[in-house]
């Protein structure tokens, strides 16, 4: 059993999402996750390309940005981990999936998963790294059949 907490503001961009609650928790839960909270936001083109120009200094639209809240998992507030937040683009994610020939749902599921690796300190800026981290998403969508 997971207890942690997430809120998903949709900004009424997207409201087919009542998966993820089982995706998010079979990762937490995977990840020895507990007592922790998080937020995960869908933005348009226009707000992800002004955070990934601000926050990356990268001027193009993107599709999930992470910022992470702790650099160490042992710092608590009131016996809370705070992970911190995930911002995904609905518009990029819809452009992919059908670019990739995939259900939104797989797609949105993969960058809700990738998100929240950041937040647990996973990266990709090796390939060693890239490899372990693809590897757990891939896992993590196959365990709950969310498939190609």
């Known amino acids: 059993m997971?207890?942690?907490?997430?809120?998903?503001?949709?900004?009424?961009?997207y409201k087919d999402y009542d998966y993820l609650d089982s995706?998010?928790?079979?990762?937490l839960f995977h990840e020895k996750v507990n007592n922790a909270i998080f937020s995960i936001i869908f933005v348009n083109d226009e707000e992800i390309h002004k955070i990934n120009k601000k926050y990356r200094n990268v001027d193009r639209v993107t599709d999930v940005i992470s910022f992470a809240f702790?650099?160490?998992?042992?710092?608590?507030?009131?016996?809370?981990?705070?992970?911190?937040?995930?911002?995904?683009?609905?518009?990029?994610?819809?452009?992919?999936a059908k670019e990739y020939g995939h259900s939104e749902?797989?797609?949105?599921?993969?960058?809700?998963?990738?998100?929240?690796l950041h937040l647990l300190g996973y990266d990709h800026m090796n390939k060693d790294d890239e490899e372990?981290?693809?590897?757990?998403?891939?896992?993590m969508l196959n365990d709950e059949n969310i498939k190609r």
């Open 70 to 96: 702790e650099d160490n998992e042992d710092i608590l507030y009131n016996n809370i981990r705070v992970l911190g937040d995930i911002y995904i683009c609905i518009p990029q994610m819809q452009r992919q």
């Open 105 to 116: 749902k797989r797609e949105l599921s993969f960058l809700v998963v990738h998100g929240l």
């Open 2 to 13: 997971v207890d942690c907490d997430y809120t998903i503001v949709d900004n009424d961009l």
């Open 132 to 139: 372990e981290m693809f590897s757990l998403q891939e896992l």
């Open 23 to 27: 995706l998010i928790k079979h990762t």
